[in-house]
Structure formats: structure tokens, C-alpha cells
């Protein structure tokens, strides 16, 4: 059997096992009884009401990356792609200590994160950048390097797909050694694997990033495959030499 002949086409699928057993999950791991619960459900819904698209990551991916700054001890992350701030306020609302930039090109988009992260009471550690991400990231690089912020710990990168090599490879000067940075959609439902795709950028930014990881001294690289309550997707985890 061929790629061409098991792909879905529609890689939003959302199965009923993997959203019940998100459900499970999340209700035993982070109950609504959990301090930061409320804002994150306002967050979504006061995107939602100012008409930004349901694409913020889900909570299981959000508390996952949460709990690998804790586990790293991370002082300083960087997300690319703010949308209304969903993933910021899990970074910083799970991590007392932790300072959060994330870039964001639509001014509309980062006015709603900000009121977000606000209502969260995260907005004094979350350093909301509005600005395309290669225009951002040589300013941020020079405040890193002229010790104004920490280096990074852990970056997030889910901005705009055509450019996911393009942002890994700036930010890995600006990390300390043990990052780990993650690039999201990278499976996009097998999309990865099926060439008749690669005219989507989503699919030619996925492998431009998994080639190039591959042969870069800098950085070790592997792809973890999903399935949530949104979708078949995947990861792409690289840990800074
Ligand atoms: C999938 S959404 C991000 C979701 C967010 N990371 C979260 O988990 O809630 C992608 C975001 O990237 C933003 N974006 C697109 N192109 C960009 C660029 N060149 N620079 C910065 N942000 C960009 C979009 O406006 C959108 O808000």
C-alpha cells in the first residue's frame, strides 16, 4: 500500500477515542480546580469572540510544553506565533519564575493576547512582540547577546510554516546548550510523507526543517507523532548541543 493510497486528505480529523481520551486526561491531570483553569478558558473564549481562528495549540500540548520548562528549569522562552496568547499563559502560568517573549505579525491578533495574558496575570513576565518573526528575532538575538534577557531554555515555533527552518536556525545561537525547541504541525496528517502535498507550504516547511535538522551539527533532532482532540499531526523536538 502506498502513501497516496492511506492518506487523509483531512488532517483535522478529530476521532472520538482520542478526543475522550483527552477528555480523561485532562480531567484527572488538570482539573478545572486548577489555579490557572479559568483564565486559559477565557483566553480561548475571548479569541474566540473577537474573531481569532481556532487554532491555538490544545491543553494537552500546552500543559506538555509547560511541564518541560519546569523539568529544564528554563528561565527564558520564546514562542513564534502568539495568536491570542493561549500557549504563553500556560508557559508562564505553570512557571512562576519564567519569562516568556512571543512574537506575533497581526496587530489585531496580539491587541486580543494582551488582554489575554492580562487577565491571566502573567502580562508582567510575557513580553508580547508585535512584528514578522525574522523582522523580531535579530533584535531579540542582540538583547540576548548584549545580556539584557536570558538565553533560551525552550522556543516554540508555530508561526508561519514556509519559514520553520528559517526561524530554528536563528534562535539556536541565542539558546543555551540542552534547549529543546519544538516545531509544530510537522506531520499534518502524513501530509509529511505524501509528495503530492509539497506544494503546501505547511508540507515544504515541514521538510525543509526535518532535512536540515538532520544534517546540522548544532542540534540533535526527532519527530514525535500526535493524535488530540484536534488533529493527526506531530512534532518536531530538537535538543540544542
Ligand atoms: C497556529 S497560530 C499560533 C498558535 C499559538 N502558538 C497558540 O498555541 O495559541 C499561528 C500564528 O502565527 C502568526 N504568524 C503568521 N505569520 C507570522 C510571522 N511571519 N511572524 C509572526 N507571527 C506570524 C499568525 O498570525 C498566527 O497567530
Redesign the pocket.
Given at each position: 500500500m502506498s502513501v497516496k493510497d492511506i492518506f487523509t486528505s483531512d488532517w483535522h480529523i478529530q476521532h472520538p477515542v482520542w478526543t475522550a481520551v483527552d477528555a480523561y486526561t485532562i480531567s484527572n491531570l488538570h482539573p478545572p480546580s486548577q489555579p490557572n483553569s479559568a483564565a486559559l478558558v477565557y483566553a480561548l473564549k475571548n479569541s474566540r469572540d473577537q474573531g481569532?481562528p481556532d487554532?491555538?495549540?490544545y491543553p494537552v500540548?500546552?500543559k506538555f510544553f509547560a511541564l518541560q520548562c519546569r523539568a529544564l528549569r528554563v528561565k527564558h522562552a520564546l514562542?513564534?506565533?502568539?495568536?491570542?496568547?493561549?500557549?504563553?499563559i500556560w508557559l508562564a502560568s505553570e512557571n512562576p519564575g519564567l519569562q516568556v517573549t512571543t512574537?506575533?505579525?497581526?496587530p489585531h491578533?496580539r491587541d486580543v493576547a494582551q488582554q489575554n495574558l492580562e487577565h491571566a496575570g502573567v502580562a508582567d513576565r510575557v513580553d508580547s512582540r508585535l512584528?514578522?518573526?525574522?523582522d523580531?528575532l535579530p533584535v531579540l538575538g542582540k538583547e540576548i547577546a548584549a545580556g539584557e534577557k536570558p538565553r533560551l531554555g525552550f522556543v516554540?515555533i508555530?508561526?508561519?510554516k514556509k519559514?520553520n527552518w528559517n526561524y530554528l536556525d536563528q534562535v539556536i545561537p541565542m539558546c543555551d546548550s540542552g534547549a529543546v525547541i519544538f516545531v509544530?504541525?510537522i506531520v499534518a496528517g502524513g501530509g509529511l510523507v505524501d509528495d503530492a502535498q509539497l506544494g503546501d507550504p505547511m508540507v515544504s516547511g515541514a521538510r525543509e526543517v526535518v532535512e536540515n535538522v538532520g544534517k546540522d551539527d548544532r542540534v540533535e533532532g526527532m519527530v514525535l507523532q500526535t493524535v488530540g482532540e484536534k488533529s493527526y499531526d506531530g512534532v518536531l523536538m530538537v535538543v540544542v548541543n
Open positions: 481569532l487554532i491555538a495549540s500540548i500546552g514562542e513564534l506565533g502568539t495568536l491570542g496568547g493561549y500557549t504563553s512574537i506575533e505579525v497581526n491578533y512584528g514578522a518573526g525574522l523580531v516554540y508555530d508561526a508561519d519559514n509544530d504541525n
